[in-house]
């Protein structure tokens, strides 16, 4: 009972934060916003019994992703005039809306073919050691070239941000 | 312990070599750094020759990677494509380097990653590794399609590729997500056993998943309802990054995408078909309008990067329906598309280095004045692209066309053949441009380069390719790049 | 749950949020008063209620009320987003509360074979979680300075975020090597393991296994905590107040109150990962537990011996000088103090004897034993926030561009040396 | 398995490779590649020599190329190819004599990549060699009008690439879809004609493939609706180019609608026979008009051989022995005649710098040599007796009137109809009093009329002693002829 | 002749200074030291307990509170030129002129307010006026008020502060 | 609480992403949308990995919060490159290559 009204409460926090996301003018209180529905979603990882996943959530995509974009806006301090005018927002925001729901809807009743209930866990599930477990007992790989990705973004975004003096514009 | 890491080598001195630019990107020139890139490129390059069909399919460090990481000819053969398209794209623009002031050491580092991100990708036998494999690939190449950072041109591009990539990123880590949940695993040999146990209800994820994944594949190859980006993208990059991009990472994809529909989807091609013809018809019809409708000649090889992408779909969509010839003739066809696109790419960052000309088909007005062997070698370019007999690209076009009326798609070769007549006016038109007016600048000396030999041995390739080897004894031909890709595919085939 | 394991829950719970609350004005009083002792100078001292300055803490209880009782203000050109100006504070505190909540103060209580952590949310991936909350923080920060519409705030603000980042990264990569060490992240057995010597002289704190990495997590939790001197978001003498210029009244005490939260947070933090948390030195809570009776009467004759110099102290300085007419109730104050301490000696001592004389594996033992782990552990917290004070009054401010060169070309390589080094050894020794 | 022939056909090419990537100077360029067609010639010699007339396919050579499909190089001679094997080694040494003044070096080369690529398309037995040269000889040509030609070259170069290569492209998918059913049905891919050829085919496809291959070969011979690039593009073309094209190139049409169109679908083409018919007297007739009305020179003749070469093609769909041996005749004495009188237009054009009927005048008077080999040409063209041309045109006439009294009487206006426009050209432009244009005009000089002259010869010779020649094609056009009425019969 | 050379000593060039760490525990101890001697005995802090005691260290330098001079005439000496309103950094001073009727100068101050509140105490005005008729030498290093126009202070008042160091005689110099 | 909410939630986050996507121009809500439609695939291996009962899903998903990381900074950057080059933030505002071939 309790865990399905948190479940409600986190519900409601994620759409609304995603809503407000999509739906704010001003790209502070997008971000916001975006931080609101992400914790959420944390929140949902940990109503899965997902604490790690949980813990890793907040610490990147709040700590690391969300921060960065805040400190991205406020360090490029947009102006109000800069801003893009959107006039027919919402006008295109239902265009899209029609444009989606049918592919929702398909995939929404595609995944409603999944089992209905969900699995017993074993001891320890989604705790850090099982966790750790299975990456690195099946997960080698792509953990390895994560790692990659992670420096070839790195130096992509360097590269892209870096401010040089250049005559060839 | 040692076979093993011999494995994955090629892999390793890629991403070692990215790693040795960055350290070294501040102190050496950019010459030197150039070497560097292209030496570890080539020391892989001269490791996967030699291993080329002496390795059975086998997984390298099972029992720490499990069975994502695959070593079949398939991949080594697409590994050497990528190499072999990095080395010249690096090779031959040594001069554009040093032309332009915004080329610095990490642009050596980050071609090396896409490098490595594509290997993977063509080695991963498992739909997480393909995905972040791709990322690698893609990530590297948004930057380096901005690279050109004070042009807007170049910087807008990089952000139209750059939000319809990724959006398109979360579509294929969907796709994976939901295969996951009916599969239960990602591997693809776990997927082909599940799939070829149908359950018909359980079946409709896999099937949606697949789609998704799909989506990604061909948006990033360009096929029609998703090529929007390609002309704009291609013609915004750097000429480097765009040879770069037409030379490797449009064949990465189809890496990837043969892998899957062999493999991995092999039974549900039977479905998908349909929606594949629909989307070739699309492409050859659009990228076609697309090509013809240009007067940059980069605008107008970006286009026509559409219709050949369609070119290979007829081949893809005959897999499903039954026709054995059709993977090869997809991975003779890239090899094909590799050679003629990257030498006309090359010619035109070639040209494009003492000059910051748009390159329109005006700009090559008696060309062949100017520049005989770059011309002649321009025209060849040409000529294999749209297909004319005795190039190597004819030789793609007659295995695709055959593997489409082998699987019954009469009317798609029918509209192959016609996109093909059409490719004709806007390739030849080029030719026309350079041979058939008087030369407007008056006449330069250049002087012997590296780069230009390099165009001129890839064109010598083109022709040899396929002319092959009636005449001239011993020396493999057109016939030896075809078993090369029949080896590859009964590789793939022969995992389970 | 059984009744023991709710009471430990609700006791630790309180003592957490006591700790962390009741602090505030402690360290407030700690860094002003700290401040003039080590500026050669006198401190806030006249606040009194009914005599009892307690040595001038009640001026910070004074500050607090004053805090409250001002009048709500919003600069006028703040436009939009008031709700999310006045949230923004909270966030911040809220942010340091929280996080402040995984400490352990006392090793796992054994209640009838139950062993039960002394946390106030007891879970076991402790460093994580701080890791995760506390860099929430900033976000408060970013936000104020942003919706104040204020170049300064907008700086200050600009300034924390991108410092955070800075640091957040070696912070994270010493604790990939202290985790290679402890091989664990929950904060309990990284204490735990500190138990242990190392050559079998020195205590295997943190500090001393991994010396580098201490230094470095402790530069890198001044820079998160924005202490000086790594205090460029507030930076008074270039950007007035930074993110808290146009923050009044009671949203400002949010932010100084966050802040003090965030600084006895990092500094308990720093205890339990590299001084040993709840411990004594070379004392494990399995050897307290058996030879507390030891302990007990070893503290029999300290506890009265520092009673007495403490009121000795007291009545020595607890005095005004000749110039002033009126003493202001001291000499009050410093009688009431020296009977109500020596009442509460002649208890402890009491409790001791009855201690002595149980049996070391009674409940009363270990009660006494986490009482006694508590003990050092606020001992240690606060000797931490005097360090931290210490620091503030001894170095100036670094400028804005040396806090990021520190932390991108000095820290973070040498933490990611200091993860393959240990990574090395942790491999050669096993 | 004799590489002669091989080396007939890639002598010229490996020539042009080694000089051009050489760049060998003109003097050298011009050498070897006049060494290099006569080599060949001599080649074709031995080739005609040791030929066995009654031998069927003789001097095979059969390399596999690309194994899987089983794409051969695959190269023989029989009567009908042999006839236009002779013609192209015959007058290409003519041209380059022709050409000997010419100092752009890519004339020269695009000169031999056109012989290698006409001599590979009559040789070839496989299908895809085939299409590959076909393709191939379009190259030269493409290059030679865009780069060499004058007036709207570069769109007429266009033109005839885009028609071309249109219909090419129907006839490789006609040729791709041969080659699958022949896997389909025995399990084994090949692409040489002799396999092809024993194909059982649907009749409904069968239609449609014969369609692709008729695209291809109507558009180069031209017949009339396919015709557009024709006109513009003789008129914008350098004279050996023309020579090549009108000799030649159309030539080889008729020659693929003979091998090629008979050798796989006898059956089929009796069904296209009378609407190509229609279509080659419509021809006749339209062209003859279009010549008529002609001022330019160059596209009166142009017209003049479309007129022609439609004759020969109703020639060819006539199928009794007199019409194909007549076509196959006509083919050979028209290439002659043709050659002959675009050389002289193209030397006239060198002298005036024009090629408009009304800018000319009096020649004969200024220039008699010159007059008298112009007179000669045109007239061997109109078909005048004693001249090959006479001999072919009456035995297509001939069949004709075999087949129909009707079509007949209409092939047999032709000769009435060229005659009236060659004559009425003559006056014209030879006799009379000479033009502003033509007082200065410089007579033949005698390496123009060592070029001519055999030409002159050799249509003598075949107009006079046709039964030299008629014995080296007369058995294949028998066979061939049995062969197409066996399977006609058969079904 | 010898130059004169002064060698300064160059610091951060050995390991120990790069290390930082060694200079930072110094200085934490002298910090330390401090704090362990004030809180051993706090009342050898030498501090004035303010209120209480005064400072006794004001010297005639020490810009305190404006005042305006006189005449021998007890009249004001300013001349209302608008020199010190003009160099005062924060415009604090306030000046209406009227004429002056008694032929001893042409001007004078019908208003002169300085607002304490805004003043930073530069002493720029006293260095402007061309007739001493400004000085900051009465001493006064403590205002208090109940509201802000206590701050401000009028011509009469300044015309009733003292000068605290000696020059007695508000008469100012010629 | 069945499977079906979370699904349902989690197709919902990915359509807003969509929609965001396509309907916003402001740059930063189009790179907040792709990050969320990555999020949402997050919680869809998320509800995968607790219906399986095995770590799997987990893990992919711990994999690619790495990724989403990788990409917003790459993302970020471009934004704080193009907003330096155009100041906007107005993805309309760049159609250079929109205009055919202008030279």
Redesign the interface.
Known sequence: MLENSIFVLLALFLLLGSAGMVGFKQTLFSAISFMMAMLALAGMFALLDNSFLFLAQIMVSVGAVVVLSLLVIVSVNVKEENLPKEPAKFRWMLFAVVLVAPLAIVIYKALTYMPHTWAKTGEGYGSLKMMGMTLFKDWVLPFEIVSVLLLAAMVGAIVIARKEPSNDA | MFEQLFLILPMAIVVMGAFVLLLLSKTFSLDKLNLVAVFFLSLSFIIEILRFGTTTVCYSFPEIFGKMYIIDDFSILFDLMFTAGAILTLLINTAYFKSRNYYNGEYFALILFSVFGMMILAHSNELVTAFIALEIASLSVFALVGYHKYNKVSSEAMMKYMILGSMTGAFFILGTAFIYGAVGSTNLEDIAAYVNVPAEKDLVLVLIGGIFIMVTILFKMGAVPFHSWVVDVYQGAPFPVTMFMASTFKIALFAIALRLSLIDFASLNIVWSEILQVITVLTLIGGSFLAITQKSIKRMLAGSSVVHSGYMLIAYSSIGLGSDMAAPAIMFYLISYFLSAAGAFGILSFIATGSKKMMTYEDFKGFSERRPYLSAMMAIFMLSLSGFPSTIGFLGKFYIFTSAIESGQILLAGLGIVTAFISVYYYFKLIAMMYFYPSTDQQKKFPFDFSGLLIGVMAMMVIWGGVGTSLIPFIPGANGLIDIAKQAIDSLQNVL | MSMAAIIVAVLSFVLAALLALMMIPVLVWLERRGAGLMQDRLWPNRTNVGGFRLGGVVQSFADVVKLVMKEEYYPSHIKMGKWLYMLAPAITFAAALLAFMVIPFADNIVIDGESLRVQALPVEYGIFWYMAIGAIGVVGIVFGGWLSHNKYSLLGASRAGSQMLGYELPLGLTVVAMLITYNTIDFNAMVQWQSATVFGIFPAWGIVVQPLAAVIFIIAMFAETNRAPFSVAEGESEIVAGFMTEYTAMKFAMYFMGEYVAMNTASAVIITMFFGGYQLPWVSTGYLLENFAIFAAVMMPLLPIGVFYFIRWMRKNNRVRASVSSDGGRLFETKVFTIVLTIMTLIIEMLLIYLILLPSDALGTAIAVTIFQIAVFVVKLMLFNLFFILVRWTLPRFRYDQVQHLGWYYLLPLSLINIFVTALIVVGVS | MDPILTYIIFLPMLTAALLGLTRASLPLLRLGTVLSSLLVFVLVMFVSMDFDPDGGMQFLRIVPWIAHYGITYYVGVDGLSLVLLILIAFLMPLLYLYMWKERRKGYWYNMMMLQTGVTGAVLSLDLILFYLFWETMLLPIFVMIGRYGNGMHQFNAMKIVLMTVLGSMSMLFSILYLGYDLFKQNGWWSFALSDLSMLQLNPQTTIWLAGGFLLAFAIKIPLVGFHTWMAPAYSSAPTPAVVILSAIMAKLGIYGLWRFGYGLFEQTLSYYAPFMMILAIIGLLYYAVHAIMEQNLRRMFAYSSGSHLSLIALGVFLTNVYAWGGSLYFIATHALSSAGIFIMIGLLYKRVKSVTIDELSGIASVAPRFAFFFVFFALSIAGLPGTGGFVAELLIIIGAFKVNVWIGVLTATTMLSSMLYIFWMLQRTIFGPPSMRTQIFVDLNSRELAMLIPIVLLLLITGIVPSLFIPLFEPYVTTALQDLMMTIGAK | MEKKIKIVPRYGVSLKDKLYLPAIYEGLKITFKHLIDNVSDSNAIDVLEYPEEQPTDITERYRGLHRLTHREDDSVACVACFMCATACPSNCIFIEATERTDNVDEKMPKRFAIDTLECIFCGYCVEACPCDAIRMDTGIFSLTGKNREDFVMEKEQLLAHKGAFGEENSIARK | ?????????A?????????????????????????????S??????????????????????????????????????????????????????????Q??S?
């Not at chain 6, 609480?1 to 939630?9: R, Y």
């Not at chain 6, 807003?16 to 990555?38: A, D, K, Q, T, W």
């Not at chain 6, 770590?55 to 711990?62: P, W």
């Not at chain 6, 919060?65 to 993805?91: C, G, N, Q, W």
């Open positions: 609480m069945t499977p079906d909410h979370f699904f349902l939630l197709i919902l986050l990915f359509s807003i992403g969509l929609i965001g996507i396509v309907s916003r121009r402001n740059l930063f809500v189009v790179y907040m949308s792709i990050e969320l439609m990555l999020s695939v997050n919680l869809v291996l998320a509800i995968f990995s607790r219906l399986h009962g095995d770590m799997h899903g987990s893990v992919i998903a711990l994999l690619l919060i790495a990724v989403i990381a990788a990409e917003a900074a790459l993302f970020l950057a471009m934004i704080v490159h193009l907003y330096r080059l155009k100041r906007t933030l107005d993805s309309d505002a760049f159609r250079l290559l929109a055919k071939d030279k």
